[in-house]
């Protein structure tokens, strides 16, 4: 199992990133997809949700309305559009499968600052 995560950066308050997720190594339609993150001295927190169809999505209050989880099963890919970033959504993001067990992506480091 494979989760290749890209698109990470530094933007200002108030911009918007796109994060993407490759997946290879399993049946990646047949999974549901988390994105999460953690901030310097936090426990790793869930950001977004999707089941394997896409038909069920989850997202936290703090980032609901904000953010936006996708996926391509054509592709295997996921997605996590961010909008309205603050700086408390500096974090490194990880995207995330539950096969037979948890696996995680290397992560993309996300800053937001002036």
């Known amino acids: 199992v494979q989760l290749v995560e890209s698109g990470g950066g530094l933007v200002q308050p108030g911009g918007s990133l796109r994060l993407s997720c490759a997946v290879s190594?399993?049946?990646?339609?047949?999974?549901?997809m988390s994105w999460y993150r953690q901030a310097p001295g936090k426990e790793r927190e869930l950001v977004a949700y999707?089941?394997?169809?896409?038909?069920?999505?989850y997202y936290p209050d703090s980032v609901k309305g904000r953010f936006t989880i996708s996926r391509d099963n054509a592709k295997n890919t996921v997605a996590l559009r961010m909008n309205s970033l603050k700086p408390e959504d500096t974090a490194v993001y990880y995207c995330?499968?539950?096969?037979?067990?948890?696996?995680w992506g290397q992560g993309t480091q996300v800053t937001v600052s002036s």
């Open positions: 995330s499968a539950l096969v037979d067990s948890r696996y």
């Open positions: 999707i089941s394997s169809r896409g038909g069920n999505i």
């Open positions: 190594g399993f049946t990646f339609s047949s999974y549901s």
